[in-house]
């Protein structure tokens, strides 16, 4: 008896803050876990949902809070700022980003800045600007906010990066549903979905999922022979050109005569 | 219809590449001009990742030449002999021109370059065309609807150079230096601005080497499918951005398009015919001249990095 309760203080002791009180812990599930981009590829709904499994009656101190993140493949970039020389917009500074998310989106059962604290969403990343300086940023852009600030709003019209506060529905304090719509100018790779279970302000529980983006079918064959053989892939290219271009000019002759 | 390009990674309506393919078409039939200086600005403006839109522009120019050529051809208004000439001076400035464009490209400045000789070359072409046709064709209607007298040989120290060879077709017997420099000059701005150099070659020949119009498309026509045909390989070997779905719906629109249009140009004189080219280079000019003056809404732009 006194034996178990040092183990619990000890366990207690060892456990960070947070999760001693871990008393919720998150189910969840995915319509789909993977993307096929054919010819008519034209975007695709996702539908995340999950439950909140619990040891004991659910705590009454702050109402529960889900977020939901689903982050795309990243890529390096090279952002470019213009500025008026002898008249003439051009091209004068840049910084380059060693990796920025292709596509990125939150979604959440509140408002961002009241259910999620600063120091929580440092830890896990979750709103744009800390998700965008997780993946990988060179000193050369974190001494450069205007760029960044830049990449954001850029990608936020693109509709490439997408910040929906409550559209994550949570019924009874258990179950939780929400669609993300990938866009149809997706790029291929590993989306990561994390999903947040929080209490006032602090993350109780998360789950990591991911779903798989793919060509399939012509564009992967497409794609494959473009970068496997260049060169073939080059002559076919031409090849098609030639023949349209006969056909074109045969078929109008024919009729005509 | 949304299609997606497996190359672009982009989705787009097929009807529209379909519609876009056949204007560009239209005209490359009518004025014997590649249409690469329209076609990469237009992929552009929808959403197609510049080094596609160049790639493929190329691409689909092939096609849309050859189907072109093809009519001429029939016509016997093809100068085959000054074609290869042309083609000779064409690959030596291509080559050229890739290297400037590689060294252009890693000082960072490419996309101001090339701007800058869209601006420049297309202003002064269709400047000079659009001032001599209108002229002549004013000359025409005073006259009392005679055809202006032009005198077919007009000797100048072009006639003067060595080498000199019998074109034919052209009716000419000049030395092969000047249109074999001509050449290098289109192969050299097709690699940099990434078009055929139909729009250069027409007016050169007819102003600097006095060929008659009537053989000029065919034989411009015919270079531009070994230029572009050189630089849709280049492109799929360097960089990978040759988009074959989206050439394919783009060439379908334009073969049909150059059809239409190589008959149209039939019914057409000559000196309507360059007024219209003439109007058509200088709005495309306009267009890139005011890109660079006005102030752009957004001052940041994101670049994907190549991978190498």
């Known amino acids: 008896m006194i034996r178990a309760r040092a183990a619990m203080l000890l366990l207690a002791a060892l456990l960070p803050a947070g999760q001693a009180r871990a008393t919720e812990a998150i189910v969840t599930g995915l319509s789909q876990n993977r993307v096929q981009i054919t010819a008519n590829f034209d975007g695709s709904e996702i539908l995340i949902y999950g439950a909140v499994k619990r040891d004991a009656p659910a705590p009454t101190d702050a109402p529960l809070e889900v977020i939901v993140t689903v982050e ?53 990343h979750i709103t744009i600007p800390h998700a965008i300086r997780a ?17 954001q709003r850029i990608r936020l019209n693109e509709d490439r990066y997408r910040v929906a506060e409550g559209t994550v529905q949570l019924a009874e304090e258990t179950l939780f549903r929400t669609d993300v719509a990938l866009p149809a100018n997706l790029t291929e790779g590993n989306y990561k979905v994390g999903l947040f279970i929080l209490r ?27 970068h496997q053989e260049p060169f073939l892939y080059g002559v076919i290219s031409l090849a098609m050109a030639a023949f349209a271009g006969w056909a074109a000019s045969a078929a109008f002759r024919f009729m005509r005569s | 219809m949304q299609i997606y390009l497996p190359i672009a990674e982009v989705s787009i309506n097929a009807f529209i590449l379909l519609g876009l393919g ?22 552009l403006f929808i959403g197609v990742p510049p080094g596609v839109a160049v790639a493929t522009g190329a691409n689909q120019v092939v096609a849309s030449s050859i189907s072109g050529v093809l009519v001429q051809m029939k016509r016997k208004a093809v100068d085959f002999r000054m074609g290869l000439v042309l083609l000779a001076g064409g690959f030596a400035g291509s080559w050229t ?32 065309m659009f001032i001599e046709s209108s002229r002549s064709l004013l000359r025409a209607r005073r006259a009392g609807a005679a055809a202006p007298i032009r005198r077919a040989h007009v000797h100048t120290w072009v006639h003067g150079l060595p080498l000199k060879m ?9 030395s092969v230096l000047p249109p074999a420099a001509i050449g290098a ?10 078009v055929g150099g139909g729009f250069i070659l027409v007016p050169a020949m007819i102003y600097l080497l006095g060929m008659p119009t009537k053989v000029v498309v065919g034989t411009s026509l015919f270079q531009i499918i070994f230029v572009t045909g050189f630089t849709t390989i280049m492109h799929a070997i360097n960089s990978q951005t040759v988009d074959m779905l989206l050439a394919f719906l783009l060439i379908v629109g334009g073969v049909i398009g150059a059809q239409l249009g190589a008959r149209m140009s039939t019914k057409l004189k000559a000196e309507q015919l360059r007024i219209l080219l003439a109007i058509l280079v200088l709005t495309v000019c306009f267009k890139i001249a005011l890109d660079l003056l ?15």
Request: hydrophobic share 50%; charged share 15%.
């Open chain 1, 72 to 124: 795309g493949p990243s890529t390096p970039l090279v952002i470019r700022r213009k500025e008026k020389v002898a008249g003439i917009w051009l091209n004068r500074s840049s910084v380059t980003i060693d990796a920025a998310p292709s596509f990125y989106a939150v979604a959440t059962t509140g408002k961002l800045d009241e259910i999620l604290s600063g120091t929580e969403d440092l830890r896990h």
């Open chain 1, 135 to 151: 993946v990988g940023i060179s000193a050369e852009a974190a001494n450069s906010p205007d760029f960044i600030e830049a990449l």
């Open chain 1, 200 to 226: 006032g302000g602090k993350v109780i529980d998360s789950q990591e999922r991911l779903i798989g983006v793919r060509k399939a079918g012509l564009e992967r064959f497409l794609f494959n022979l473009a």
């Open chain 2, 22 to 43: 056949g204007i560009v078409g239209f005209l490359s039939g009518m004025f014997g001009v590649g249409g690469g200086f329209l076609i990469t600005p237009l992929l």
């Open chain 2, 97 to 128: 021109g890739v290297q400037v464009f590689a060294w252009m490209t890693a000082r960072g400045q490419v996309d101001l370059f090339v701007q800058l000789s869209y601006v420049l070359f297309l202003g002064l072409i269709g400047g000079m």
């Open chain 2, 166 to 174: 019998k074109f034919r077709a052209s009716g000419l017997y000049v």
């Open chain 2, 185 to 194: 000059v289109v192969g050299f701005l097709s690699a940099i601005m990434g």
């Open chain 2, 294 to 308: 006005l102030m752009p809404s957004e001052l940041f732009s994101i670049t994907p990095v190549v991978l190498p």
